[in-house]
């Protein structure tokens, strides 16, 4: 009898275990990607999409954990099942798309070349100079992708952006090419640091999920009514100073993305 008892109460401890787990939603995000998320002064994570991901969390019923991981580890962490879902300003991408799901996008961005007040005007002036990128992103591949058109000596791979800035003040890369909202938002207080040109790539940002997760179709509907009820314009009111633009996935309902 006492076997028994003892039985239902480790079932119980584990089947309440097992519902708190799931009662949380676990988030990676590379955090010190300014301003999508990042650490403030007291050291709370902040930022666009951690204010989103808690507004998803919260429409879900759901208490949130943001898990710190370096950008290229959270492709294999959505795939794993180590986390729910990925966030960390990541472009919708057809190869990507083959390996793992997106909700709808939620920002239109572009890439863009950033370098020191006395630096390279433009990409023209990259030539025999080191570039760097992070790890694993859409600046990396077009970075690699155009090396050869644009001369570049080298390229050299950060995880984040706070150690390429710190390298590109002190000289050992010439010019830093990544998401052109993260440098815009960090650049603005920074005089000897400008963003010299925007570079079009077309890329759109989306919450990252494992492939075919059921998860990502909640949260695709999610977006939709945060989309609808002004939340996500105000949250880029508030980030980047102004309003989305009327046609931009920012405000416009739209599909999930599919592979081609």
Request: hydrophobic share 45%.
């Amino acid at each position: 009898m006492n076997k028994l008892i003892q039985g239902t109460a480790l079932a119980a401890a584990l089947f309440a275990t097992t519902a708190t787990a799931q009662d949380v939603l676990e988030v990676g995000a590379n955090i010190g990607n300014v301003p999508w998320e990042f650490q403030d002064a007291e050291g709370n994570f902040t930022g666009f999409e951690v204010e989103l991901a808690n507004a998803v969390a919260d429409k879900l019923g759901r208490e949130i954990e943001i898990i710190n991981i370096p950008f290229n580890g959270l492709f294999s962490a959505v795939q794993s099942g180590r986390i729910d879902m990925a966030m960390s300003s990541i472009t919708i991408t057809d190869e990507r798309l083959k390996s793992v799901t997106f909700a709808q996008p939620y920002y239109d961005s572009d890439q863009s070349l950033t370098v020191t007040a006395e630096g390279p005007a433009s990409l023209d002036d990259m030539k025999d100079k080191v570039v760097g990128v992070d790890t694993g992103s859409t600046g990396d591949m077009w970075a690699t992708e155009h090396a050869e058109d644009h001369g570049f000596a080298n390229i050299l791979r950060y995880e984040g952006l706070a150690p390429a800035m710190l390298d590109l003040q002190a000289g050992r890369i010439d010019g830093y090419i990544s998401d052109i909202p993260a440098l815009q938002y960090y650049v603005k207080d920074k005089p000897a640091l400008k963003v010299v040109q925007r570079i079009t790539t077309g890329e759109k940002y989306s919450f990252m999920f494992d492939k075919d997760a059921a998860l990502a179709s909640d949260v695709n509907e999610i977006l939709t009514g945060l989309k609808e009820d002004g939340t996500l314009a105000a949250l880029h009111e508030k980030w980047f100073g102004a309003a989305p633009e009327a046609d931009t996935s920012t405000v416009t309902v739209l599909d999930m993305p599919a592979a081609k």
